[in-house]
T-cell receptor
Framework: GDSVTQMEGPVTLSEEAFLTINCTYTATGYPSLFWYVQYPGEGLQLLLKATKADDKGSNKGFEATYRKETTSFHLEKGSVQVSDSAVYFC?????????????FGQGTRLTINP | GAGVSQSPRYKVAKRGQDVALRCDPI?????LFWYQQALGQGPEFLTYFQNEAQLDKSGLPSDRFFAERPEGSVSTLKIQRTQQEDSAVYLC??????????????FGPGTRLTVT
């Protein structure tokens, strides 16, 4: 079945470091791809999305490109801040027979030290 | 505007008890989803409603789990005869779109269920 595999955490970086969190997927058809973020004490919220191959999603300095040839959607940020500390989830969304669902990776906990 | 709300936020149940978890989606959202998130894991899909119709319940782990959305708005997830393995955070999400894969799902804060 469809699945998402994320880079295992936890990841600890210093402020202003470059961030990459790897995400690869297995899917039949053409899913949309998402990164969700869960800040401490808060609910899941959408960070960015891409709906077709070669699309780039971006938000708050984060970027991810939908790569169909490598079935990947890696999250990157050029210079992280302490406030980026959170758990990040890669997900795909697809529709089968009128029903839709999100399939999530296991999450990557990111800690940024000042 | 108001987001997705869930109640209760925390629930402790003794093994064997029945529980009911409530979700109030964003007003006007036709699609509603339930997910289960075990500690340290990503959310896993349980069930999907489009208005009052339950279109997919393939993720419900057993027949002890039952969800309803009778008027196409508020939804209730019921778990009968709770077991320790049911301990998790139960997330509700809603979306304004039907059958459109790229529309955002808005998540509630979740209900943390602990079965003792």
């Amino acid at each position: 079945g469809d699945s998402v595999t994320q880079m295992e955490g936890p990841v600890t970086l210093s402020e202003e470091a470059f961030l990459t969190i790897n995400c690869t997927y297995t899917a039949t058809g053409y899913p949309s791809l998402f990164w969700y973020v869960q800040y401490p004490g808060e609910g899941l919220q959408l960070l960015l999305k891409a709906t077709k191959a070669d699309d780039k999603g971006s938000n708050k300095g984060f970027e991810a490109t939908y790569r169909k040839e490598t079935t990947s959607f890696h999250l990157e940020k050029g210079s992280v801040q302490v406030s980026d500390s959170a758990v990040y989830f890669c997900a795909l969304n697809f529709i089968i027979q009128g029903a839709q669902k999100l399939v999530f990776g296991q999450g990557t906990r990111l800690t940024i030290n000042p | 505007g108001a987001g997705v709300s869930q109640s209760p936020r925390y629930k402790v149940a003794k093994r064997g008890q029945d529980v009911a978890l409530r979700c109030d989606p964003i007003s006007g959202h036709v699609s509603l989803f339930w997910y289960q998130q075990a500690l340290g894991q990503g959310p896993e899909f349980l069930t999907y409603f489009q208005n009052e119709a339950q279109l997919d319940k393939s993720g419900l782990p057993s027949d002890r789990f039952f969800a309803e959305r009778p008027e196409g708005s508020v939804s209730t997830l019921k778990i009968q005869r709770t077991q320790q393995e049911d301990s998790a955070v139960y997330l509700c999400a809603s979306s304004s779109a039907m059958g459109l894969a790229h529309y955002e799902q808005y998540f509630g804060p979740g209900t943390r269920l602990t079965v003792t």
